[in-house]
Antibody, heavy 117, light 111 residues
Framework: QVQLVESGGGLVKPGGSLKLSCAAS????????MSWIRQAPGKGLEWVSY????????YYADSVRGRFTISRDNAKNSLYLQMNSLRAEDTAVYYC??????????WGQGTLVTVSS | QSALTQPASVSGSPGQSITISCTGTSSDVGSYNLVSWYQQHPGKAPKLMIYEGSKRPSGVSNRFSGSKSGNTASLTISGLQAEDEADYYCCSYTGSSTFYVFGTGTKVTVL
């Protein structure tokens, strides 16, 4: 079955960096579009970034453009999110999700990123 | 790109039907039949309930249905059950560089 497992979350100071990973299994990762979606504590969902199956097409939310970088390694069945210049408002649970039919049909369990001094 | 507008809360008694609205603009909801709906129970990851406006993934109860009129999409839950108590979010493809936008979320309470 489809499985997505995020890792790399933790506590980081404002202005710091963190790299999230998402390990995929149970489907053909190299054929799949992927996204990162986040949810601040007690708040709603916010789409963060999208990457096409080959990695050639990438989109970002305005709130993270220029600070976050999405990437993937199809040989390792892995998705990444490099987060730089982190701010308190980036504190959230970050989910990786498979993008099928312009919807998110499978989600990981999420990894918590806390930005605080 | 502003978040799609959903009512903060909707409630109903077991067996009743409820409808959650999701209002966007002519640039997102109104332009594409690519609205999806997600159910999220506390402490859990969201689950896809409806895609492409009205299609149900395998395994999702047919008590859940989706529709759209103009710039507003809707999710209807019929035969409300206790297990339907959760937060619900809509999401639309935007066709722009911001690609996707989520709704503000609706808390469904089963009375």
């Amino acid at each position: 079955q489809v499985q997505l497992v995020e890792s790399g979350g933790g506590l980081v100071k404002p202005g710091g960096s963190l790299k999230l990973s998402c390990a995929a299994s149970g489907f053909t990762f190299s054929d799949s579009y992927m996204s990162w979606i986040r949810q601040a504590p007690g708040k709603g969902l916010e789409w963060v970034s999208y990457i096409s199956s080959s990695g050639s097409t990438i989109y970002y939310a305005d709130s993270v453009r220029g600070r976050f970088t999405i990437s993937r390694d199809n040989a390792k069945n892995s998705l990444y999110l490099q987060m730089n210049s982190l701010r308190a408002e980036d504190t959230a649970v970050y989910y990786c999700a498979r993008d099928g039919f312009n919807s998110f049909d499978n989600w990981g369990q999420g990894t918590l990123v806390t930005v605080s001094s | 790109q502003s978040a799609l507008t959903q009512p903060a809360s909707v409630s109903g008694s077991p067996g009743q039907s409820i409808t959650i609205s999701c209002t966007g603009t002519s640039s997102d909801v109104g332009s594409y039949n690519l609205v999806s709906w997600y159910q999220q129970h506390p402490g859990k990851a969201p689950k896809l309930m409806i895609y492409e406006g009205s299609k149900r993934p395998s395994g999702v109860s047919n008590r859940f249905s989706g529709s759209k009129s103009g710039n507003t999409a809707s999710l209807t839950i019929s035969g409300l059950q206790a297990e339907d108590e959760a937060d619900y979010y809509c999401c639309s493809y935007t066709g722009s560089s911001t690609f996707y936008v989520f709704g503000t979320g609706t808390k469904v309470t089963v009375l």
